[in-house]
């Protein structure tokens, strides 16, 4: 089983299919937790700023529960988000300090890292948030556009939702997820596909996107009329193949089918 759809990934399933010395593939996705979510009250409250924002209008920033930069990266980050002139929400993670957290933590005072008088110019333009519930923020109305790391399950519910992606992959198959979906699908724009940033050596040199690299992905996630036609396009399909009838819907029925007649 994989968690793909016919529709999403045509060549790849079919060229699976087509070799013998290959297991049959049963592309059964997208599979996916539309209730993930924490219910912190901080969730509540940037729901709330969501629902008086308009339409398509915010891009959301958000890297994964291993996602998270140093301070020189976050200032360019926040350079770049006020000087978009978008709206924004921005789930910022404190890195792993010397190996002594699993994962990245909250910041107790975002401002710590962040330019001078960003949160400031900023209020009532974007949110700067700690762990952010995803998939609730992508299947508000009033998010445009996500900034990603490219994770799999982050790739399929911006599809799912017809958000489309700013990709910014950072380690392990990544970058080969953005590479697909920017030059192989065109459900996606390139922030920097090529990123590698070491994840468990606090002390290892990580590149620096720049600004104006960032910015310009930013605004071109949220203005490229052809991308966002294609996110909504392929949506639309999403859903479509997990409904009766439907690519995957099918690839479960043949799954059953083909493990019933390997064990009779």
């Not at 759809?5 to 087509?18: C, I, M, N, P, Q």
């Not at 599809?159 to 990544?174: K, L, S």
């Not at 392929?234 to 009838?245: C, I």
Request: proline share 6%.
């Amino acid at each position: 089983m994989v968690n793909t759809f016919l529709e999403l990934e045509t060549h790849a399933v079919e060229s699976l299919s087509g070799d013998i010395s290959v297991p049959t593939v049963y592309p059964v996705g997208p599979i996916l937790n539309l209730e993930g979510s924490s219910g912190k009250p901080s969730d509540d409250d940037v729901i709330r700023w969501l629902d008086s924002q308009p339409p398509s209008s915010v891009v959301l920033l958000c890297f994964g529960s291993m996602g998270s930069f140093d301070e020189v990266q976050v200032k360019e980050i926040a350079r770049a988000l006020e000087q978009s002139g978008h709206r924004f929400v921005w789930s910022l993670r404190r890195p792993r300090s010397n190996g002594t957290t699993k994962v990245p933590s909250d910041y107790e005072d975002p401002g710590a890292v962040l330019p001078e008088g960003f949160l400031e110019r900023t209020d009532g333009v974007g949110k700067v948030i700690g762990w952010a519930p995803q998939v609730a923020l992508l299947a508000h109305s009033a998010v445009g556009g996500f900034v990603s790391h490219c994770g799999w399950n982050s790739v399929l519910e911006s599809i799912w939702f017809g958000v489309p992606v700013a990709t910014w992959p950072v380690y392990a198959e990544q970058q080969m997820n953005a590479f697909e979906m920017v030059v192989e699908l065109g459900l996606s724009v390139e922030i920097k596909c090529d990123y590698i940033r070491d994840l468990f050596d606090p002390k290892a040199k990580t590149p620096i996107v720049s600004a104006e690299v960032i910015q310009n992905g930013i605004r071109r996630v949220m203005e490229d009329k052809e991308v966002r036609r294609k996110a909504k396009e392929m949506s639309e399909k999403s859903r479509a193949a997990v409904a009766k009838g439907g690519s995957s819907y099918a690839a479960v029925g043949n799954l059953i089918q083909d493990f019933i007649s390997n064990i009779s």
